[in-house]
């Protein structure tokens, strides 16, 4: 008789707060590296770490994701969390990473297929004129305060999918 190990699988979307777009796609982006570092290459906890910025439905948001075979998705999250907080207390002001994001929004950079679909993503989110050059700017203008408050209370209003439903009962819900 073969015993089937059970495989779990966490997914958090953090939405942006209205107006924290450039926050959290600062946040994203200083939180890619130091997440899969901290969670893969150093927990080990599984074989799939992500962190990213994704638009869904017109919402911007921070998605994390970790499927593992041996931790359960309450570990992950508590995983998750320890990290954020490590990180919220470790932010500096980075002008060089703003800098870096910023500059990926220059139009004359991009395709055409990914400024349409920022363009998409923008008016689904509600806003009237869409303009990189507004993003870019306020991309650089974030302050490193802000950028601790967003780590600091990303998981605030999150959404969690785990792998099952007897594990999402151990998760909070955001109302």
């Keep these: 008789m073969s015993t ?42 599984g074989y799939a770490v992500f962190s990213a910025l994704r638009q869904v439905h017109g919402v911007t948001g921070i998605l994390l994701g970790v499927q593992s075979p041996s931790a359960s998705p309450a570990s992950i999250l508590g995983h998750m969390r320890s990290l954020l907080c490590d990180f919220s207390h470790a932010q500096a002001d980075d002008a060089d990473a703003r800098q870096a994001l910023a500059a990926q929004f220059h139009e004359t950079d991009m395709s055409n297929a990914d400024v349409a679909e920022w363009a998409w993503q923008t008016y689904l989110s509600g806003v009237q004129s869409p303009s990189l050059s507004t993003l870019q700017a306020a991309i650089l203008a974030v302050e490193p305060h802000a950028l601790e408050h967003a780590a600091t209370h990303v998981l605030d209003n999150a959404l969690y999918l785990a792998s099952t439903p007897q594990d999402s009962q151990l998760l909070p819900v955001a109302q």
Excluded: M, N, S, T
């Design 4 to 45: 089937c190990r059970r495989k779990h699988a966490l997914l958090v979307f953090c939405p942006a707060p209205e107006g924290a777009e450039a926050v959290y796609r600062l946040l994203a982006h200083r939180l890619q590296g130091p997440f899969y570092q901290r969670l893969r290459v150093e927990l080990q906890l």
